[in-house]
């Protein structure tokens, strides 16, 4: 039960294998606890997938732990434009989870945890049930279980979300132990506000053990005695000469095309109203001119300005696709400069196209 060092043991690393005779013939469900050695989002993530797609759970539950560097972690249907918003601007990596949920900020403060299972037993409140359970055997800390989630003093402490496959499926769940920041959630809470002895170590074994001394599927604690009968602690570092095939894995999380190119096709809208003194008499006031920018798999696929009526000497008036070197780009936080470089004024232009220049770039530079 010894928490292993260096490589991966022979006898771990049998455990990978689908085809593994052991998990055909024995009769009891055993358990193991890994730990991973890296705090890289991507390899953390990646290795999470590999198991998933790898290993034969049917006789064997796993319980990974897990943490990483400051970063923002989307769920899989997220949208980063609107869901990131301007923590677009820092340098912390940004990550795409295969599971669904909420957008999170996440830094060594947060344990994360993935319980894998086959798909008729993986029960998300028994796996709650069991964190919450650990906390308060280490800590005295009573958390309540509402709605898949953990909340203390009303407070969440943190998301959780599920794969649901075949045969396999894991339900993945984080917690603020130490978290410095607020971002995404305001009504979170940290654990160690609570009690400051809770540390992210602690939690660590904590949540290992009572894993390990738990039935899964009937929540009985079986105590050291079940523990003993376990797998244990195994350190895994997810590196591609451990599990091979691990780097293709992290290269299709890390690559643009899954990060921002994955979301549903959406559009950017802005508007800003023309001054009078530039429109014709019949011009509505009310009305404003609008840039429209058309996303699809994260590229620029068109953009139109709406022109309102009374604005231009010839009387058109509406959507007008506007010819620029952006269409065909991938839509990013820099867009913006290529747009306003695209709508330059001419010397020969009217005041009033000049004005309507400058105002497309207000418009522009809104975004």
């Known amino acids: 039960m010894v928490l292993g060092q260096g490589k991966i043991s022979s006898f771990t690393f049998a455990l990978c294998k689908v085809s593994s005779k052991y998990y055909s013939t024995t009769k009891t469900i055993q358990k193991s606890v890994f730990i991973s050695q890296s705090k890289d989002v991507f390899e953390n993530l990646a290795l999470e997938e590999w198991l ?7 006789n064997h539950h796993v319980l990974m732990l897990w943490r ?20 677009q601007k820092s340098n912390m990596q940004i990550a795409r989870r295969q ?19 086959p798909s008729k037993h993986l029960m998300q409140t028994h796996n709650l049930e069991v964190i919450k359970r650990a906390i308060f055997r280490k800590y005295s800390i009573h958390i309540d279980v509402e709605n898949n989630k953990l909340f203390l003093r009303n407070m969440k402490l943190g998301e959780a ?53 738990t039935d899964m599927v009937t929540l009985i604690d079986g105590g050291q005695e079940e523990a003993n009968k376990q797998k244990g602690f195994h350190m895994v570092n997810p590196k591609e000469a451990w599990f091979p095939g691990i780097n293709s894995i992290k290269e299709k999380l890390e690559s643009w095309e899954w990060c921002y190119g994955y979301p549903h096709d959406f559009t950017v809208t802005r508007s800003l109203r023309i001054p009078l003194e530039f429109s014709k008499p019949d011009f509505d006031s009310k009305e404003n001119m609008k840039l429209k920018i058309v996303i699809k798999k994260g590229i620029v696929s068109d953009i139109f300005f709406f022109i309102p009526p009374g604005l231009t000497n010839t009387g058109f008036t509406g959507e007008a696709s506007v010819i620029s070197n952006i269409k065909g780009q991938k839509f990013n936080k820099h867009i913006l400069q290529y747009l306003m470089a695209s709508l330059g004024q001419s010397e020969d232009s009217s005041d009033k196209e000049k004005a309507i220049n400058q105002h497309m770039q207000r418009v522009v530079t809104s975004l």
């Open 68 to 87: 990483n560097d400051p970063c923002i972690i989307m769920g899989r249907h997220a949208n980063p434009w609107v869901d990131i918003g301007n923590n």
């Open 99 to 117: 599971s669904a949920g909420k957008t999170v900020y996440q830094d060594n403060g947060n344990l994360n945890f993935t319980f894998f299972a």
């Open 161 to 213: 979300a599920l794969k649901i496959g075949y045969p396999n499926s894991y339900h993945h769940c984080s917690i603020r132990v130490e978290n410095s920041k607020q971002e995404f959630e305001k009504k979170m809470w940290n654990l160690n506000c609570e009690n400051h002895k809770v540390t992210v170590s602690g939690m660590l074994s904590a949540v290992g053990w009572e894993f390990l001394r």
């Open 52 to 58: 998933y797609s790898n290993m034969n759970f049917k």
